[in-house]
């Protein structure tokens, strides 16, 4: 009887997360096709993807961090993709290719940050619209990892400032360089 109580929760969030909402959709705004097909070779360690309705509930029970429940709340997507790079790859050309895909990203995609040494890669890309960051993407090569992180949602201005611990005065100063128009 006590197996029972342990396989029935764990069914019911495998068929829960199977379910349409509980996933990132790829029809968000903020979604980037990370072109995953030319890491086939690659052994993924780690996929992570988390829809609006997971967020929802998580916010929805997050009471002893309210900046958390904001950011939760705004989030309409997360996806991580993690990938072991082994002896036999070349570093090289997975540096290239992920320059590459950052460049392709469409021009409503912005790059805020491009760190590049040695043998490592990180693009960090925000897209936006008028109003708020629409989506936020990441790209790295580093070491024995290949990353790729998604989050979209809707993180206008007045999310940031909660979000963010300077005071007003600084956060004021720090928006004007958030392309947002």
Not at 51 to 61: E, I, M, N, Q, W
Not at 110 to 126: G, N, P, S
Request: proline share 4%.
């Amino acid at each position: 009887m006590r197996a029972l109580y342990k396989i029935v929760p764990v069914a019911v969030l495998v068929v829960l997360t199977s379910a349409c909402g509980f996933t990132a959709s790829s029809r968000n705004p903020g979604y980037v096709s990370f072109d995953e097909a030319h890491y086939s070779d690659l052994r993924r360690d780690t996929s992570i993807s988390i829809g609006p309705a997971l967020l929802t509930v998580a916010a929805r029970h997050v009471d002893d961090d309210p900046k958390a429940k904001v950011l939760l709340a705004a989030l309409d997507g997360v996806r991580v993709k993690v990938y072991h790079i082994d002896e036999k790859a070349d570093l090289a050309q997975l540096v290239g290719h992920i320059n590459a895909v950052a460049n392709s990203m469409d021009d409503r995609w912005q790059r805020i940050v491009r760190v590049q040494e040695d043998d490592a890669t990180t693009h960090v890309l925000i897209k936006h619209s008028n109003e708020a960051i629409l989506g936020l993407a990441i790209l790295a090569v580093e070491g024995e990892e290949l990353v790729f992180v998604n989050v979209m949602g809707e993180l206008t201005p007045a999310v940031l400032q909660e979000l963010s611990p300077a005071t007003a005065k600084e956060q004021a100063l720090a928006l004007r360089y958030i392309p947002l128009n």
